[in-house]
Structure formats: structure tokens, C-alpha cells
């Protein structure tokens, strides 16, 4: 399989997709080691990035998917996840982890050492075009990280079948 864990930053992707790529016996990617210097530079400055600056992002997302893995990606466009798709050469399922503005805020607040300031948390939320059923399994981020883990698996049986 190939899955994208995506959403706003400060979600928990990478702790989710970490977890779920052990649980499925597949290689995690962190998708934030994936962005250019001059991303993560115009990022820790508060500036939000553009589609433009995206664009060799999300074609390095795609090349990782390139064979069965796990990969962190905020998608947070339809655009973008289509391009994923496209670039990937194969079927990718996204996993959409979900929640209040508040309750990231507050994560976020939380962590330590991450480049992506709260301050962007808006623009992120803004850029938002959320997945539907039809193109995503989306999960509440308000659960455990254990239950989130057991409904993907269980989500995900459904897509293989």
C-alpha cells in the first residue's frame, strides 16, 4: 500500500504515521524532511508557502511513493493530492487526520523544535480543501492514537478488498 497521512500541521501526522507504518510493516517517511531548504526557511519565518513552492515538494511525496510506504504530507489541496496521485505511478490512499483549530493550536503550542510556527496554523486551515469519502478516510484527532490506528487498519481492509 501506499498512504498519505495528511493534514493541518500539528495534527500528528508524523506520530500517526509513524505508528501506522509499523503496524503495517511498511517504511515511514517524514514528508517535512522532504522540503527544500527555502522551504523550511520562508516557513520558519511565517511565511506560508505557495503553490509554487509546493510543487517539488509534493513531486518528491510522489517519487517516495514509488513503492509501498507511509509518508506524512499535509495535501492540504485537491490539486495537490492529485498530483501526488499522478507522480506516484500507482493507487495511494489518503488518511486525513481531523480536528478543531483549538485542539491543534493547543499541540502545537506543545511542541518543541519543529520549523512550522503556530502563527501559520490559520493559513494552513484557510488552504484546507477536506477530503471527501470518496477520496479520503478521515479520522477525528480528538481520539487515541491507539483507536486512530485500529480504524485505519480497519478502514484501510475495506480499500484492499
Not at 493559513?123 to 480528538?142: K, M, V
Request: net charge positive; glycine share 8%; with cysteine.
Amino acid at each position: 500500500m501506499r498512504i498519505v497521512v495528511m493534514g493541518v500541521s500539528g495534527c500528528g501526522k508524523s506520530s500517526f504515521g509513524q505508528a501506522l507504518a509499523s503496524r503495517l510493516g511498511l517504511t515511514y517517511f517524514e514528508g517535512d524532511a522532504l522540503h527544500s531548504a527555502a522551504n523550511v526557511r520562508k516557513m520558519r519565518s511565517g511565511t506560508p508557502l505557495t503553490d509554487e513552492d509546493r510543487w517539488p515538494w509534493l513531486d518528491r511525496v510522489a517519487e517516495t511513493l514509488k513503492h509501498p510506504a507511509v509518508v506524512s504530507c499535509s495535501a492540504l489541496k485537491r490539486a495537490y493530492r492529485h498530483r501526488i496521485r499522478q507522480g506516484a505511478g500507482g493507487r495511494v490512499v489518503f488518511v486525513h487526520l481531523a480536528g478543531d483549530r483549538a485542539l491543534i493550536a493547543e499541540r502545537m503550542a506543545a511542541r518543541s523544535g519543529h520549523y512550522m510556527p503556530a502563527s501559520l496554523l490559520d493559513s494552513q486551515f484557510a488552504a484546507l480543501e477536506a477530503p471527501g469519502p470518496d477520496e479520503a478516510i478521515t479520522l477525528d484527532i480528538a481520539r487515541p492514537v491507539d483507536q486512530l490506528i485500529d480504524a485505519a487498519c480497519i478502514a484501510l481492509g475495506e480499500v484492499r478488498s
